[in-house]
């Protein structure tokens, strides 16, 4: 959210300085000998009458306080955070006692409790709601009166479906509690300690038989505008939780096991999260895919924060083992996180200011899912954690044409042909006209949007940066594949059998060379791909850097410049981003592409 000083736009003007030093009270001119005589006098004064009286210090004059603002200025503060919560994406964090330079000067019980009535008023005018996250009180040895500082969280009520949605993407081993955390967080009701909270979140038989996630799947957990948990213990639908939620996190749930780690790196690339969350079994620590999966969202730039999990199996001195070993881990050459362990509903109200601010601040939660122990710290920290984009730059994508990347392909009776997946860029509503492709012949095919759902309730229109299914009617779902995407016919899309990457060879066994074949993912596209040639040298070893020329293996892609990409194939793993789309198609609606 917008973070923002009360001293600057809320309920205490900025204390600031007296702005007339150098001067005497008449504005009459002194030589500069007499001004730095007068000045040691009066400081020499003042510091006695401060010891002796214990005097108040001398930054907050009782006049720059807003207690009972003008109508005239309470209009201007109302408008300036109507602005903040439009910047925040509907959010914005007041710090109330807080000096612009960050010195925390606090306020008296008094004027606390004034300002904060000015705020709950301003809120109330804009349409918002405040929740108090936290408050304390700050000591000065001049000062005989108790002063408080406090945060306070300005959430607006949402309107028009456009609440706040952040995605998670659940990292972790097999078996350290990622689906159970899960189902304990939107069902709200505590693991029975043998895997009853993760049943509603499987899809498939074997899952539920093993116990072991195969598949991705989506979970949801609401907060409303007052900052209470919004899930299925009170609401029945998914529909429910949407209209009664401010902010909404869904919870992009992967697979943990390395056979399904082709699955689990098409969910980061595609579904593309805000967050990664790594859950590590206090009991087992970091053994397994653990390490691949940090590494993987480190290699993709996504913010993280790790849960400790199953701390009711275990002493407390094996779960400060484990914490000591993700420290290390974190701190190492190659990661360069710094770590905070949350203990308490102030270091997680912190967590969340910092770990959007600063790229390598990484919060460490320790917590069970059958005792309850510590899930409200988690709760507080999803409840605070900001957008990482600002409405501006929103603005800038829902500006650009329409493009949808399609992640899933489903046969809904009754409804045909639905596909799930994220609007790129541009703004999609019921009723358009759009193309699709490419296919294998490298066309694209046209198509009309039926109706949209998001968050499994109806939506009549859909913005840049939304994950959303779309019903195609009675559209041909064996023309459809992963990877496809969905553009307006505008945009003219161009499509490629080759292109060129700039990668770094994270690991390879031996060496990576011309006619090396790897699997590329690059968004939501997953295909294999032949090494064509190695810009300026022979050979690729671990840790070295190049231009490769890569050719697909089976049809063209669409490909948009810039875009990450990730290659793997057995032990060799690689990260990059397109750099150029060589030997390039183009394409028209309905008809084949020609070079």
Not at 21 to 35: F, P, V
Not at 293 to 313: E, N, Q, R, T, Y
Not at 478 to 496: A, D, E, H, Q, Y
Not at 501 to 512: G, P, S, W, Y
Request: proline share 4%; net charge positive; hydrophobic share 35%.
């Amino acid at each position: 959210p917008a973070m923002v000083d009360l001293s600057e736009a809320g309920a205490v003007v900025s204390p600031g300085r007296s702005r007339h030093s150098g001067s005497s009270n008449n504005g009459r001119k002194t030589s500069k000998k007499s001004r730095t005589k007068r000045g040691k006098r009066g400081r020499r004064r003042r510091s006695k009458k401060n010891r002796n009286n214990k005097t108040p210090p001398p930054f907050l004059p009782p006049e720059l306080k807003l207690v009972n603002p003008t109508q005239y200025r309470f209009e201007h503060l109302a408008t300036q955070l109507k602005w903040r919560l439009q910047e925040g994406r509907g959010e914005a964090v007041y710090q109330i006692g807080v000096e612009d330079n960050g010195l925390l000067v606090g306020l008296t019980e008094a004027d606390m409790k004034a300002s904060l009535k000015t705020l709950r008023r301003m809120a109330e005018k804009v349409g918002a709601d405040i929740t108090l996250l936290r408050e304390r009180e700050v000591d000065y040895d001049l000062d005989r009166n108790t002063r408080k500082i406090a945060e306070v969280l300005v959430r607006k009520v949402p309107d028009d479906q456009q609440f706040l949605d952040l995605r998670v993407a659940v990292l972790g081993n097999v078996d350290s509690g990622k689906s159970t955390l899960l189902g304990v967080l939107t069902q709200g009701e505590l693991d029975n300690g043998r895997g009853r909270a993760r049943l509603n979140l499987f899809r498939h038989l074997h899952e539920i038989q093993t116990g072991r996630t195969s598949s991705i799947s989506f979970e949801i957990l609401g907060f409303n505008s007052k900052g209470e948990v919004v899930n299925y213990s009170e609401s029945r639908t998914a529909e429910e939780i949407c209209e009664s939620s401010s902010k909404m996190i869904t919870f992009i749930d992967l697979a943990g096991h390395h056979k399904y780690l082709k699955t689990t790196i098409f969910g980061l690339t595609s579904y593309c999260p805000d967050f990664a969350m790594l859950v590590v079994s206090a009991n087992t620590g970091i053994v397994g895919t653990t390490r691949e999966h940090l590494g993987l969202a480190m290699a993709l730039k996504l913010p993280i924060f790790i849960v400790v999990s199953k701390v009711d199996l275990c002493s407390h001195g094996t779960v400060e083992r484990t914490v000591r070993q993700l420290e290390r881990i974190l701190k190492q050459p190659g990661c360069n996180k710094v770590p905070m362990v949350v203990s308490n509903p102030d270091d997680a109200v912190t967590a969340a200011q910092q770990f959007t601010q600063s790229t390598s601040v990484t919060p460490i939660f320790t917590l069970s899912s059958v005792s309850g122990e510590n899930l409200e710290l988690l709760k507080v920290f999803l409840n605070i954690l900001p957008p990482l984009s600002n409405s501006k730059e929103q603005e800038e994508l829902m500006q650009q044409l329409t493009e949808f990347q399609v992640d899933e392909i489903y046969s809904v009776p009754d409804v045909g042909t639905v596909v799930g997946g994220t609007l790129y860029s541009g703004v999609c509503r019921e009723g358009e006209r759009l193309v699709v492709g490419p296919t294998d012949e490298g066309r694209f095919l046209r198509l009309k949007v039926g109706s949209i759902q998001r968050n499994r309730s109806a939506c009549r229109v859909l913005r840049a940066g939304q994950a959303a299914t779309l019903a195609l009617g009675n559209f041909d779902r064996s023309l459809l594949r992963k990877g496809m995407v969905m553009v307006s016919p505008k945009m003219n899309p161009t499509i490629c059998c080759q292109f060129e990457a700039a990668i770094v060879l994270l690991f390879h066994a031996k060496t990576f060379r011309r006619g090396s074949q790897v699997t590329v993912h690059v968004g939501n596209v997953r295909q294999t791909a032949i090494v064509e040639r190695l810009h300026g040298k022979e050979e690729l070893r671990t840790g070295e850097r190049a231009v490769v020329q890569f050719r697909f293996i089976k049809h063209p892609e669409y490909l948009r410049l810039g875009a990450k990409l990730l290659f793997r194939e057995g032990v060799t793993k690689g990260i990059g981003h397109v750099a150029l789309a060589a030997g390039r198609l183009k394409a028209t609606p309905g008809s084949s592409a020609a070079v």
